[in-house]
């Protein structure tokens, strides 16, 4: 899959999705492509963070815990709303109290790495 890296001058948002849309191979085609760096077309504007603009000590991934979730329904209410909030604003969240042992946790990353050619 060969998506086209433009300058910002010429960047065409549009006309990258599109191109991304027609090959029909989704995020697991990059995946395959072993695409070495996210593709411009899912960066959010919004998002871009100057990380050496001093204000970098203020930037905090959300945190969910899902503690109480299957107890309280009021509970459950805010963590959904948190993961909504998260997903929305940042696009990825990390999760806390989660009960899944860090053996899992490591394996499972071992399990998506793709080897380097």
């Known amino acids: 899959m060969a998506l086209q890296a433009e300058t910002d001058s010429n960047y065409d948002r549009e006309s990258e999705l599109k191109a991304f ?10 995946v ?8 411009r ?15 970098s000590s203020q930037l905090r991934v959300p945190t969910i815990d899902p503690e109480g979730i299957h107890k309280d329904p009021n509970t459950r209410t805010e963590i959904i709303n948190k ?10 969240f990390q999760v806390i109290s ?11 990353k071992d399990g998506i790495r793709i080897p380097r050619a």
């Open 83 to 92: 993961v909504k909030n998260a997903s929305e604003e940042w696009g990825f």
């Open 41 to 55: 077309i899912f960066e959010c504007e919004q998002s871009v963070v100057n990380l050496n603009s001093g204000n």
């Open 32 to 39: 395959d492509a072993r695409v070495a760096k996210v593709p």
């Open 21 to 30: 849309d027609d090959t029909k191979a989704g995020v697991k085609g990059l």
């Open 98 to 108: 989660h009960g899944i042992p860090l053996s899992v946790l490591n394996d499972i």
